[in-house]
């Protein structure tokens, strides 16, 4: 079993910065990605939606269009923790921002992942 806990989260200026992580722990040997989605206000878990991914053994990613250029996913296999930076952030990236852990291959879809931390929230102000 693998458990994730998310950190980071805060109240920022529109413009600002901040970087996310995620702290894995558990059968890691059996995850191939982590994931970040976020949830904005307002919105169901089925409207999570998908913003990086990035996989555990090579460090390839993939990202959503909408945050390209602004926000870059990393790990650090030693630690067990995936980081999401942020940058250039706007008001509509206010959401509790998740981490998910996958045995597939850089998955887009919520359905593929198999664990989930419990959020940690990003408010922007303008």
């Known amino acids: 079993q693998v458990q994730l806990v998310e950190s980071g989260g805060g109240l920022v200026q529109a413009g600002g910065s901040l970087r996310l992580a995620c702290a894995a722990s558990?059968?890691?040997?059996?995850?191939?990605?982590i994931g970040w989605f976020r949830q904005a206000p307002g919105k169901s878990g089925k409207e999570r939606e998908f913003v990086a991914v990035i996989s555990w053994n090579d460090g390839s990613t993939a990202y959503a269009d909408f945050v390209k250029d602004r926000f870059t996913i990393s790990r650090t296999n030693s630690e067990s923790t995936a980081y999401l930076t942020m940058n250039s952030l706007k008001p509509e990236d206010t959401a509790v921002y998740y981490c998910?852990?996958?045995?597939?291959?850089?998955?887009?879809?919520?359905?593929?992942?198999?664990?989930w931390g419990q959020g940690t929230q990003v408010t922007v102000s303008s």
């Open positions: 558990g059968r890691m040997f059996s995850v191939y990605s």
């Open positions: 998910a852990a996958s045995m597939a291959p850089l998955p887009r879809a919520r359905s593929s992942y198999e664990t």
